[in-house]
């Protein structure tokens, strides 16, 4: 098959993976804040291991490849992950001086603008990843593309979840809530297409994209979550949450590497 469909095919896959993941939101019953607060202290934890172990290493390695010393990738890196957090942060005081409809969220504009941030950072999370699966299609390595796609895949299902519990904790119905998790993961076979039909434009990008997502997931967990989630409940309990999702994240990312 050409390659231009394979990395189509598996990044389209990876990214309905985050829909798999957000299943869980459409049976459960309504909880408590406390518990509201650890879910999204775990989702905080995905986050942050996927900003490390998703995006700044293989970033890391992608300059590398590309004939950048070590000092330059992590030029490139840094030039990256400063560029997402500065972003996203400009786009955090937008949204929070403009009226984003009433919808779920009533008048909490703030609250209407952290779940927009965190959703948004997840989001532009998910397109490097498609763009380096169709770059692993693009490049003619077909297995490397399929492992890239079903590590990717399966990383994803706690991201979805992760995007899904917010929009509840935020109001969102259960349907619509799911609605969300899976949307997050649209943008895949975006960078997916790319990836493998522009595998020469798309490899020198790939670093940058990365470390760009990373930076803005970093200001957005910085910023946003870990202050929300602190601000209401035990913080020791909290904090426990987001360490079991930086673990469970991280065991997905090192063992499927």
């Keep these: 098959m050409d390659p231009l469909w394979l990395g189509l095919i598996g990044s389209t896959i990876a990214g309905l993976l985050t829909g798999v993941g957000a299943l869980p939101v459409l049976f459960a019953v309504r909880v408590e804040r406390d518990l509201e607060n650890l879910l999204l202290g775990f989702g905080a934890g995905v986050m942050l291991a996927a900003t490390a172990f998703s995006l700044i290493l293989p970033g890391l390695e992608a300059a590398e490849r590309l004939g950048n010393g070590r000092l330059g990738a992590a030029l490139v890196m840094a030039a990256g992950i400063l560029s997402g957090g500065i972003v996203l942060a400009r786009l955090g ?8 409809g009433s919808g779920p969220y009533g008048e909490d ?27 692993g299609f693009g490049s003619g390595d077909i297995a490397n593309g399929t492992t890239l796609a079903i590590a990717i895949g399966l990383q994803n299902m706690p991201e979805g979840l992760a995007v899904a519990l917010a929009a509840r904790a935020a ?7 799911f609605r969300v998790g899976l949307l997050s993961g ?14 020469g434009i798309s ?3 790939l670093p940058w994209a990365m470390a760009f997502a990373a930076g803005a997931m970093l200001f957005v ?33 090192t063992v499927l590497g």
């Design 93 to 100: 005081r937008w949204l929070e001086r403009h009226q984003l």
């Design 109 to 135: 504009v703030a609250g209407r603008a952290r779940v927009l941030l965190f959703i948004l950072a997840i989001t532009l999370h998910n397109f490097p990843e498609g763009l380096a699966v169709g770059v």
């Design 171 to 177: 109001g969102d119905s259960p349907g619509r809530a």
């Design 186 to 199: 649209a943008v895949e076979p975006v960078g997916g297409l790319l990836g493998a039909g522009l595998v």
């Design 203 to 205: 490899a020198p990008f």
């Design 221 to 253: 967990i910085s910023e946003e979550v870990i202050p929300e989630i602190n601000r209401n409940g035990p913080p020791a309990v909290n904090s426990l949450g987001l360490l079991a999702g930086f673990v469970v994240m991280m065991l997905l990312d």
